[in-house]
């Protein structure tokens, strides 16, 4: 299984039945093809719907995109809304969960995503209101950079997208909670050693005592 | 006095350093026609309020391909690598907003409201020198509210009194300019005659509307 | 012509074509009777919608009324929207005039229509935000109390509904525009002298040089 | 899950001392049968937020007769002398708030703003005892959000998934209180199947309402 795969299969297990979720592009949004057997939640799309269907769905026209500008459609039961609804969804508390990447990821929660200054400025888009609104907010990428540079560090060095707002961490090695004490190492995946975490992992955290093997098949 | 007018006429109401509302979400949802014309038109030292810069030969990334901007208040550049060039190189002020704050702040313009209180960007770099509120223990930054000259509006359909129809994510900012503008231009696929959308179906009411051309 | 009506006909001219009105309970709503001719404006009901038909119109249903709560119909290209939108046109200033009735109205533009302590507490409703928000005020009611009183004072001395906010007050008698430097006598009603005028009113005025009899007919 | 419940069961969230939003304007668009059955079950010492008491025989009105309200919380109470009464008497707390200003509170509630900054109220004994913000040397009068237990809520359509479209002038506070509440009960005229409604007409997206009774 590759790295993607693993952290998609893992954060399809957050989601319960009838979650509205909310995922970013790329491997958080692959994490809907892994749906558990028996739940099914609500996609949405920040530029402006509820009912999201999954990629591989009918593509309906132009004028209905999802938040990346792909074209998608939407499902029997969706509602479509203006800009303002859509962050009044997000921001007020009506998101269940938020899946995004990250750049870099710290102890303390804290989360940037957005931009690396003088070099990559994309703009923050909706992530910042996302993570600041969404009841639980997940960071899935993979553990470290293409060159092997660890990205959960004890404190983020580039421009935050929130402060002290992230809950999960999952990786291709493991799974963290961030707790007011700091990391908590909950769960490492198949074949992955405390030690490769560690070796991989600049940030500090403590195992949990009932750690176990992250159960994706 | 009929809403229905050219395309010629309506952007004679877009002056040079101007600031242009433009709706549209990575190009769904924005006014092509108006924009292609403008681009004609060359009108410059135009400030940009806007979702994104789209594509360099889509939507709003055509006005920053033809250098029509000196300024974009956008929430995302990332589609547009030439919207990064003139960043860098200093030709074009950028200003990145959250999107969720850059909607409200010009839902607010447009309900005469002096601003929003939101916990987004709290501990940011975007809450540099902006005030802090605290109401009821809980921290939240003062934004203030956007208004602009003239709004370019796509809509699915429009009647003749400028009630206006969104389609799908086409909807998106559209609805919320429409209401934060002193002059509202309106691309519109259909026109229908007044009466003919039912009240409880128009997403923009009429009374917002200033011109509407054929899209 | 009884006093309502040389009010109402009166306002009726302050209408212009294409106006976007709200129009107060009781004298305000029956100027709607008397547009100019060639005259077309759009009625804002503040409980939601735009478009309100005049009153002997068909009445369609229950579901909708106008802020009296009377049933009431919608002309073709009216617009339905919830409360917020509603005082967001009015907040906006996408309102171009409002005529309110008033308990008071003082020579610096302040209008009491909302609540007599102690006894009459009807509330606000939607006055406040009217006339912050629309771009003309105008005050439209008889020009004293039912026992004679005055009602257009030196300053309220009821608990205000906005201040600095009436920009013409138009009565059977007269008609003031309310400046920077206090009331300026406009217009005085057919076969009503000055003298009356003053004897009515406390507030102090200014004849404006070009006062002339009000137009109407 | 199904959101379609009895009266009974749906009335179960509504307990004492809570605070209860209620759609509707002078009765237009207020869910009589969940207010008759409230009356019926007689859970006492609720706040209620809502536009107005209506009348003594309609609506909320009928709560304030049956003296199940401690506070409300409304923009107006002149057609309903009972609640004057009890206002006068000491029996029941009337705040009473402009209505655009309550209007925006609820929605700032349900959108997760810290409150609004508005012009209505200034220089008046609404402003008493509030912050005032200066915003680019104009103020505006702090107003913060409001929240409450429970919304009932009158809808013309519902889906199954809670997709709600509402009729006329019964939509006024009806789809802001769908988005402030923690749980949202929806009295509708009619109950249609998932898919039946297009999701460009959805008024308030299902995903805010908790459960649906047939009205």
Redo the contacts between chains.
């Keep these: 299984m590759d790295a993607k795969t693993i952290i998609a299969k893992r954060v399809a297990q957050e989601f319960e039945d009838g979650y509205v979720v909310n995922l970013g592009i790329g491997i958080p949004t692959l994490a809907a093809d892994f749906l558990p057997t028996g739940i099914s939640v609500i996609l949405q799309s920040e530029n402006g719907f509820l009912g999201l269907a999954p990629l591989d769905g009918p593509v309906a026209d132009v004028d209905l995109v999802n938040a990346g500008g792909k074209a998608v459609s939407i499902i029997p039961g969706g509602a479509v809304f203006d800009s303002a609804m859509s962050f009044a969804i997000i921001r007020g508390g009506h998101v269940d969960m938020t899946v995004l990447g990250a750049l870099e990821v710290d102890q303390e929660g804290n989360l940037a995503n957005w931009m690396v200054p003088g070099k990559l400025v994309p703009g923050m888009g909706g992530a910042m209101d996302l993570v600041s609104g969404a009841k639980k907010v997940i960071v899935a990428m993979e553990h470290t950079t293409k060159d092997g540079s660890p990205k959960i560090l004890k404190k983020c060095t580039l421009p935050l997208t929130g402060k002290g707002v992230v809950n999960f961490i999952i990786t291709n090695l493991c799974v963290f909670e961030v707790t007011p004490a700091g990391l908590l190492l909950l769960e490492i995946a198949p074949g992955v050693t405390v030690d490769e975490v560690r070796t991989n992992t600049v940030a500090e955290f403590v195992i949990k005592p009932q750690m176990c093997t992250m159960p994706i098949v | 006095?009929s809403k229905i007018t050219t395309i010629e006429q309506a952007l004679e109401f877009v002056q040079e350093n101007m600031t242009v509302m433009i709706g549209g979400?990575?190009?769904?949802?924005t006014p092509e026609r108006l924009i292609d014309a403008l681009v004609n038109k060359g009108t410059k030292n135009l400030t940009c309020i806007a979702?994104?810069t789209a594509m360099p030969d889509k939507g709003i990334g055509k006005l920053v391909v033809s250098r029509q901007l000196k300024k974009a208040v956008?929430?995302?550049?990332?589609?547009n690598p030439e919207t990064?060039r003139q960043?860098n190189t200093g030709e074009l002020e950028?200003e990145?907003i959250?999107?969720?704050?850059?909607?409200?702040q010009?839902?607010?313009?447009?309900?005469?409201?002096?601003?929003?209180?939101?916990?987004?960007?709290?501990?940011?770099?975007?809450a540099e020198g902006k005030e802090v509120?605290t109401?009821?223990g809980?921290e939240?930054l003062?934004e203030?509210s956007l208004k602009a000259d003239v709004a370019l509006i796509k809509a699915?359909t429009a009647?003749?009194?400028g009630?206006l129809?969104?389609?799908?994510?086409?909807?998106?900012?559209?609805?919320?300019m429409a209401?934060a503008a002193k002059v509202v231009i309106v691309e519109a696929e259909n026109i229908v005659e007044?009466?003919q959308i039912d009240?409880?179906?128009?997403?923009t009411?009429?009374?917002?509307v200033d011109w509407i051309i054929k899209g």
């Design positions: 006095m979400f990575l190009g769904a949802g979702n994104d956008v929430s995302h550049i990332g589609t990064g960043m950028v990145l959250p999107q969720g704050t850059l909607a409200e010009i839902r607010a313009g447009g309900a005469g409201l002096g601003g929003i209180l939101t916990p987004t960007g709290l501990g940011t770099i975007v509120i109401v009821d809980r939240f003062l203030k699915h009647d003749t009194a009630n129809i969104f389609y799908r994510s086409a909807r998106n900012f559209n609805p919320l209401m007044k009466g009240p409880d179906q128009v997403m009411p009429g009374i917002f």
